[in-house]
C-alpha cells in the first residue's frame, strides 16, 4: 500500500474538445473502470432499502449454508445472507473512502491552493508539515491515528484523511506554482485584477487535472486500508458488516465455506482495480499528449 | 569506386493496419571518399533512407524490396545476425544531438570499447584503439577523456567521441544525420573539417543528411534532393546549385538567404504542403504546389531522366520554366 | 556527491526526525482515557485521589505537556523507549526482539519480489501494447488489488488442509535456532508480502524501461553492432535502473511498516504484531516506540535512497571540472 502522488502537467482548456466524462469512456481501461464502480455503487444503494435479507437477522438453522436460491451468495456461521452482508459492507466502504478522502480533498486542495499562491511563510510552514507526515508510511501512519482516535468507521476515515491530505497538498501546490508564474497569470496581474479573481479564474480549473486522477487512486488506497483496518479488528467493530471483518471470520471456514471468504474479498478487488481504471482513464483523458 | 549502392530501395511503415510508403524507389550510389548530401524536408524518407541501410528501422517499418549494397554485399539479403555484425564495421552513423547520443552511465572509453568488443575486438587491444580513436578526433589527453563520463565534456567535444566511436572499426560507410544541427556555429564548422578530414584520410563513403543546403555546399560533392520519398534530383553541388533541374530543387535553393541580396524582400516560401503519404496524388507528388506543372504531372509520375547534368524526375524541362513566370509564390 | 550537499541532507533528515518525535508525542498523547485507567482497568475506579495523584506522578502525567515531551524526548537520545505497562518490560527490549523477525520478512519479500518484477517489467515493456503486456499489466493490478489479508488468510487455510499445518504464536523458530526451520516459517508469509511488492516493482520498471528504451544513446549502442541482449541489460535496464532502485527502496521502507497483517496471519513475533498487541492492550509505550523506530526507520532508508540514487548516476555523483 503505497501513496502515489502523480502529477499531470496543468492542460490549457481548449476549445472543440468532447467533455471530461465522453473522454474518460472512451479511454478503453477508464469504461472498464466506471463499470465496475458503477455496478458498487449500484450494489451499496440497494443495501441501503433492504431489499432482499437483513444483513444482521440470524438464523439458527441455516449457518454455513452454500449459494442458493434463497441466499444467492450462501450464509455465514450465524446464518447472516452473505449477499447483503457484502452489499452492507460495500456501503460501508464507500462510505468511509468517500468520508475520508472528501476531507483529504477539500483540506488539501485548499492548503495546497492558498500555500503555492500565497508563498512565504504559510508555504514554508506547510511544506515542513507534509514533510513530517510524509515521513511515515501510509499503513503506519493510519495504525497509529486509529490507536489514538479510537475504532468506529468515522474515526477510521478521520485516519485515512490525514494521511492523504498531505498528498493533496502536494498535488494541488505543484500546478499553483506553475500557473502562477504563467504568462497569463502575470498579465492578469499587470491588468489590475484581483487575486481573488485569478484564483478562481485562473489557477483552480487548472489544479483541478490532477487532484481529480488522485482522488480516484486515493479512494481505493482508501477501500484497502478501511478493509486491512477492519481485518485486524481496528476498524468497523462488528456486528457491522464491514467486507474485512468478513474476510476476518472467514478464516476458520475456508476453504470448506469457500463463500464466506470469496464474495467479499471479490468486492473489495472489484471496486480497488475499478477506481484504478478510473485513475488511468481520467489521466489519459487528461493528458494534454494524449488528444 | 562505389562503396555504396542502393538500388530501387521501398520501405514501408506500418500505421493503424496499412503500409505507409516512405521510401518509394530511391537509388543512389556513393563513392569511396565522396560525401554525398541527401536533402530534404522532415518526412520526405531521407532518414528512413538512412535507417534502412544501417538496418535500424523502428518497430513496424521493415525494407520490401531494393538492394543496398556495400562493396558488392547485398544488406537486405542478410539474416539480422550477420546484419549486426555489419553495423560499426561495415556502416556506421554519427547522430543529431550529440548531448543525447551517449549513455549518460558509462564514461567515454568504456562506450567506444563496446562496439570494438561488439566486433571481437578485446582486451589491451581495444583499450589501444579506443584511445587512438579518441586521439585521431582531435581530443586532447586521450585517455583522461576515455575515463570521462559525457556529462563532464562538451557539445563539440560529445560529437567528436561519436564520430571517434562511428570511425573506430574502420567502417567503409558512413552516415551522418545532421551532426551540425544541434552544435553552434563555430563548433559546426570545426566538426564539418573534422569529417572531411576523416574521409580523405580512409576513404570513406559518406551520406550526409541534411535540410541545411548552406552544409550541403560546403561539404558534399554530390546531392541528391528527397521528396515524398523519391528523389527529385540528383547531381553534383555544383550543378544544382548552379541550374537546378527539379522545381522544388529550385524552390529550396531560393529559400536560402544570401548575404549578397540587396534588396530586403520577403523571403521567398513554398506554398502549400508536403503531401500525406497516406494519400499519394496519382501524378507527381510535387505537381500540387509546382508553380511549372503542365497538364500530364497530374496524371503521371515522372521517372528520372538525365537533363543538364542532373537526374531529374520532372517532366519540365528548366528551358519551359520561364513561360510559366515565378517559381516562388509570394508569402501572404 | 559534495560533502555539504551531504550535510544538508543530514540537517534536514534531523529536522525531520525531531518532526516525527512531536507527531508521534502529540498523536499519541491524545489518546482517549489515561494510561492509568487503561492500566488498572476496573481497578481505577476504586482508587482514592491521593493514589491516583501518587501513580500520575510516578507516570511524569502531573507535569505540563511540553515537560513530558522533553522528558521523553531526552529518554529517547538515549535509547529509553520507556517501559510497557503491561509487562513492566523496557520497549527497547520488545523492539530488539521483534525486529530482527520484520527485517528478515521483508529482505526476504525483496528478495523475491525485486528480480520477479523487474523481469516482468522488462517483458512488458519489450512490447508496448502488445498480449504479454497486457496480460502482465493485468497480473499486475490484480497484485495490487487483492489485499493482503486475503492472499495471506487463503494461504494459512491452504497451508492447514495440505500440509496440517497452522501458524502459532509459540511455535516460531528463530533464524539463530534452525535455519532450515526459520525459512519454512518464513517462506509463505515472504511470498505473501512479495505479490504486491513485484506488482509495484513490475510497474515501475515497464514504464522506466520504456522511457529508456526510447532514448538516443539506445540507437547509438545498436548503430555500434553491440547484441540486442547486451542493448536491454546494460543500455536500457541500467538507465532505469535509476528509478527502480528508488522504488525499491521506499518499498523496502514501507514494508518495515506493513508486515503488519502478515504477521498477524502467520502469527509471527514481529514489530507489526508487537505494535497491533501494544493497540489491542493500550500499551501506548509500546505503541509509541514501534511507530517512532519505524517512522525513524523510513526517514534514514529514504535518506539512504537518495544516496544511493546520487552515487549510481555520474551525473550527480560529483560535481567538478570539465575535462
Known amino acids: 500500500m503505497t501513496r502515489a502522488a502523480t502529477l499531470v502537467a496543468p492542460a490549457p482548456r481548449t476549445a472543440g474538445q468532447p467533455s471530461l466524462p465522453r473522454r474518460i469512456v472512451a479511454d478503453?481501461?477508464?469504461?472498464?473502470?466506471?463499470?465496475?464502480?458503477?455496478?458498487?455503487?449500484?450494489?451499496?444503494?440497494?443495501?441501503?432499502?433492504?431489499?432482499?435479507?437483513?444483513?444482521?437477522?440470524?438464523?439458527?438453522?441455516?449457518?454455513?449454508?452454500?449459494?442458493?436460491?434463497?441466499?444467492?451468495?450462501?450464509?455465514?456461521?450465524?446464518?447472516?445472507?452473505?449477499?447483503?452482508?457484502?452489499?452492507?459492507?460495500?456501503?460501508?466502504?464507500?462510505?468511509?473512502?468517500?468520508?475520508?478522502?472528501?476531507?483529504?480533498?477539500?483540506?488539501?486542495?485548499?492548503?495546497?491552493?492558498?500555500?503555492?499562491?500565497?508563498?512565504?511563510?504559510?508555504?514554508?510552514?506547510?511544506?515542513?508539515?507534509?514533510?513530517?507526515?510524509?515521513?511515515?508510511?501510509?499503513?503506519?501512519?493510519?495504525?497509529?491515528?486509529?490507536?489514538?482516535?479510537?475504532?468506529?468507521?468515522?474515526?477510521?476515515?478521520?485516519?485515512?484523511?490525514?494521511?492523504?491530505?498531505?498528498?493533496?497538498?502536494?498535488?494541488?501546490?505543484?500546478?499553483?506554482?506553475?500557473?502562477?508564474?504563467?504568462?497569463?497569470?502575470?498579465?492578469?496581474?499587470?491588468?489590475?485584477?484581483?487575486?481573488?479573481?485569478?484564483?478562481?479564474?485562473?489557477?483552480?480549473?487548472?489544479?483541478g487535472a490532477p487532484i481529480a486522477v488522485q482522488v480516484a487512486l486515493a479512494l481505493s488506497w482508501a477501500i484497502l486500508t478501511e478493509a486491512g483496518l477492519s481485518f485486524l479488528g481496528l476498524g468497523t467493530q462488528p456486528p457491522s458488516p464491514s467486507l474485512g471483518l468478513m474476510v476476518s471470520d472467514a478464516r476458520n471456514f475456508f476453504p470448506d465455506a469457500w463463500w464466506t471468504l470469496l464474495f467479499p474479498a471479490l468486492a473489495v478487488v472489484v471496486a480497488v482495480v475499478g477506481l484504478n481504471m478510473v485513475g488511468d482513464g481520467l489521466r489519459n483523458a487528461l493528458d494534454p499528449r494524449r488528444s | 569506386m562505389t562503396v555504396l549502392r542502393i538500388e530501387d530501395l521501398h520501405t514501408v511503415v506500418r500505421s493503424r493496419g496499412r503500409d505507409l510508403p516512405v521510401v518509394r524507389g530511391v537509388s543512389l550510389d556513393v563513392d569511396a571518399g565522396e560525401i554525398v548530401g541527401l536533402v530534404g524536408e522532415s518526412g520526405s524518407g531521407k532518414s528512413f533512407t538512412a535507417l534502412s541501410v544501417l538496418g535500424l528501422l523502428p518497430e513496424g517499418a521493415r525494407v520490401t524490396s531494393g538492394r543496398i549494397l556495400v562493396d558488392g554485399e547485398d544488406l537486405v539479403a542478410l539474416r539480422e545476425r550477420d546484419r549486426r555484425t555489419r553495423r560499426g564495421s561495415t556502416v556506421a552513423m554519427i547522430y543529431q544531438d550529440p548531448m543525447t547520443a551517449l549513455n549518460p552511465l558509462m564514461t567515454v572509453g568504456a562506450q567506444i570499447a563496446e562496439g570494438l568488443r561488439a566486433h571481437g575486438i578485446r582486451g589491451p587491444e581495444a583499450k589501444r584503439r579506443t584511445l587512438a580513436a579518441i586521439e585521431e578526433v582531435g581530443l586532447p589527453k586521450p585517455d583522461r577523456i576515455a575515463r570521462s563520463y559525457p556529462h563532464r565534456l562538451s557539445g563539440g567535444q560529445r560529437q567528436r567521441v561519436v564520430i571517434a566511436s562511428a570511425l573506430a572499426l574502420r567502417p567503409r560507410v558512413l552516415i551522418a544525420d545532421e551532426p551540425t544541427t544541434a552544435l553552434d556555429v563555430t563548433i559546426q564548422q570545426q566538426i564539418l573539417a573534422l569529417v572531411d578530414e576523416l574521409r580523405t584520410e580512409h576513404d570513406l563513403a559518406v551520406l550526409w543528411i541534411t535540410h541545411d543546403l548552406g552544409v550541403v555546399a560546403r561539404i558534399a560533392a554530390r546531392v541528391a534532393v528527397m521528396y515524398a520519398g523519391r528523389v527529385a534530383e540528383q547531381a553534383g553541388t555544383r550543378e544544382l546549385f548552379a541550374a537546378p533541374q527539379h522545381p522544388y530543387s529550385a524552390a529550396l535553393l531560393a529559400s536560402i538567404p544570401s548575404p549578397t541580396d540587396t534588396e530586403r524582400g520577403p523571403l521567398p516560401q513554398i506554398g502549400g504542403a508536403p503531401p500525406d503519404l497516406a494519400a499519394l496524388p496519382a501524378g507527381c507528388p510535387f505537381e500540387p504546389r509546382c508553380a511549372y506543372r503542365e497538364d500530364r504531372c497530374a496524371t503521371g509520375e515522372p521517372e528520372p531522366v538525365h537533363r543538364g547534368g542532373s537526374d531529374t524526375a520532372c517532366f519540365v524541362p528548366r528551358e519551359r520554366w520561364g513561360v510559366r513566370g515565378d517559381a516562388m509564390e509570394e508569402p501572404a | 556527491?559534495?560533502?555539504?550537499?551531504?550535510?544538508?541532507?543530514?540537517?534536514?533528515?534531523?529536522?525531520?526526525?525531531?518532526?516525527?518525535?512531536?507527531?508521534?508525542?502529540?498523536?499519541?498523547?491524545?489518546?482517549?482515557?489515561?494510561?492509568?485507567?487503561?492500566?488498572?482497568?476496573?481497578?481505577?475506579?476504586?482508587?482514592?485521589?491521593?493514589?491516583?495523584?501518587?501513580?500520575?506522578?510516578?507516570?511524569?502525567?502531573?507535569?505540563?505537556?511540553?515537560?513530558?515531551?522533553?522528558?521523553?524526548?531526552?529518554?529517547?537520545?538515549?535509547?529509553?523507549?520507556?517501559?510497557?505497562?503491561?509487562?513492566?518490560?523496557?520497549?527497547?527490549?520488545?523492539?530488539?526482539?521483534?525486529?530482527?523477525?520484520?527485517?528478515?520478512?521483508?529482505?526476504?519479500?525483496?528478495?523475491?519480489?525485486?528480480?520477479?518484477?523487474?523481469?516482468?517489467?522488462?517483458?512488458?515493456?519489450?512490447?508496448?501494447?502488445?498480449?504479454?503486456?497486457?496480460?502482465?499489466?493485468?497480473?499486475?493490478?490484480?497484485?495490487?488489488?487483492?489485499?493482503?489479508?486475503?492472499?495471506?488468510?487463503?494461504?494459512?487455510?491452504?497451508?492447514?488442509?495440505?500440509?496440517?499445518?497452522?501458524?502459532?504464536?509459540?511455535?516460531?523458530?528463530?533464524?539463530?535456532?534452525?535455519?532450515?526451520?526459520?525459512?519454512?516459517?518464513?517462506?509463505?508469509?515472504?511470498?505473501?508480502?512479495?505479490?504486491?511488492?513485484?506488482?509495484?516493482?513490475?510497474?515501475?520498471?515497464?514504464?522506466?524501461?520504456?522511457?529508456?528504451?526510447?532514448?538516443?544513446?539506445?540507437?547509438?549502442?545498436?548503430?555500434?553492432?553491440?547484441?540486442?541482449?547486451?542493448?536491454?541489460?546494460?543500455?536500457?535496464?541500467?538507465n532505469a535502473g535509476i528509478p527502480i532502485v528508488t522504488m525499491v527502496g521506499i518499498q523496502f521502507g514501507y514494508l518495515l511498516g506493513g508486515t503488519l497483517v502478515v504477521e498477524q496471519v502467520f502469527a509471527l513475533p514481529g514489530l507489526g504484531r508487537l505494535l497491533l498487541d501494544g493497540i489491542l492492550h493500550q500499551d501506548y509505550a509500546i505503541v509509541q516506540g514501534v511507530t517512532l523506530l519505524v517512522a525513524a526507520a523510513f526517514v534514514v532508508v529514504n535518506f539512504g535512497v537518495d544516496v544511493v540514487y546520487r552515487l549510481l548516476d555520474p551525473r550527480t555523483r560529483s560535481e567538478g571540472r570539465r575535462a
Open chain 1, 28 to 207: 478503453r481501461n477508464g469504461l472498464i473502470g466506471v463499470v465496475l464502480v458503477g455496478l458498487l455503487v449500484v450494489v451499496a444503494v440497494v443495501s441501503l432499502v433492504h431489499l432482499g435479507q437483513d444483513p444482521l437477522a440470524q438464523n439458527r438453522t441455516g449457518q454455513l449454508a452454500g449459494p442458493s436460491g434463497a441466499h444467492w451468495l450462501g450464509t455465514d456461521q450465524f446464518g447472516r445472507d452473505i449477499a447483503a452482508r457484502v452489499a452492507a459492507g460495500v456501503f460501508a466502504s464507500l462510505r468511509v473512502a468517500l468520508v475520508s478522502v472528501g476531507m483529504a480533498t477539500i483540506v488539501g486542495g485548499l492548503l495546497g491552493v492558498l500555500s503555492g499562491f500565497a508563498g512565504g511563510v504559510l508555504d514554508a510552514v506547510v511544506g515542513r508539515c507534509t514533510d513530517v507526515l510524509f515521513a511515515f508510511p501510509a499503513t503506519l501512519l493510519a495504525l497509529a491515528l486509529v490507536a489514538a482516535l479510537g475504532h468506529g468507521w468515522f474515526n477510521t476515515a478521520i485516519a485515512i484523511a490525514v494521511v492523504y491530505t498531505p498528498i493533496f497538498v502536494r498535488v494541488a501546490r505543484g500546478p499553483v506554482l506553475t500557473v502562477r508564474e504563467s504568462e497569463y497569470v502575470k498579465a492578469g496581474r499587470v491588468l489590475g485584477f484581483s487575486r481573488s479573481r485569478l484564483l478562481f479564474r485562473h489557477v483552480l480549473p487548472n489544479v
Open chain 3, 1 to 238: 556527491m559534495s560533502l555539504r550537499y551531504l550535510l544538508g541532507r543530514v540537517a534536514g533528515m534531523l529536522g525531520t526526525l525531531v518532526g516525527v518525535a512531536v507527531v508521534v508525542f502529540v498523536v499519541l498523547r491524545a489518546l482517549p482515557g489515561d494510561t492509568i485507567t487503561a492500566k488498572l482497568g476496573t481497578q481505577a475506579a476504586t482508587l482514592t485521589a491521593d493514589q491516583r495523584a501518587a501513580l500520575r506522578h510516578f507516570y511524569g502525567l502531573d507535569s505540563s505537556p511540553v515537560t513530558q515531551f522533553f522528558r521523553w524526548f531526552g529518554g529517547l537520545l538515549h535509547g529509553d523507549l520507556g517501559v510497557s505497562m503491561d509487562t513492566g518490560v523496557p520497549v527497547t527490549h520488545l523492539i530488539g526482539d521483534a525486529l530482527p523477525v520484520t527485517l528478515e520478512l521483508a529482505v526476504l519479500a525483496m528478495v523475491i519480489a525485486v528480480p520477479v518484477g523487474v523481469l516482468f517489467g522488462m517483458l512488458a515493456a519489450s512490447r508496448p501494447g502488445a498480449v504479454r503486456d497486457l496480460s502482465v499489466q493485468g497480473v499486475g493490478l490484480l497484485g495490487l488489488a487483492v489485499p493482503e489479508f486475503v492472499v495471506a488468510t487463503v494461504t494459512v487455510a491452504w497451508l492447514a488442509s495440505a500440509f496440517a499445518y497452522t501458524p502459532s504464536a509459540g511455535t516460531y523458530v528463530s533464524i539463530g535456532d534452525s535455519f532450515g526451520g526459520n525459512l519454512r516459517q518464513m517462506l509463505y508469509p515472504a511470498l505473501v508480502l512479495a505479490i504486491g511488492l513485484a506488482a509495484t516493482v513490475m510497474r515501475t520498471t515497464r514504464s522506466a524501461y520504456l522511457e529508456a528504451a526510447g532514448s538516443d544513446f539506445v540507437r547509438t549502442a545498436r548503430g555500434k553492432g553491440v547484441t540486442e541482449a547486451r542493448v536491454r541489460f546494460r543500455h536500457i535496464l541500467h
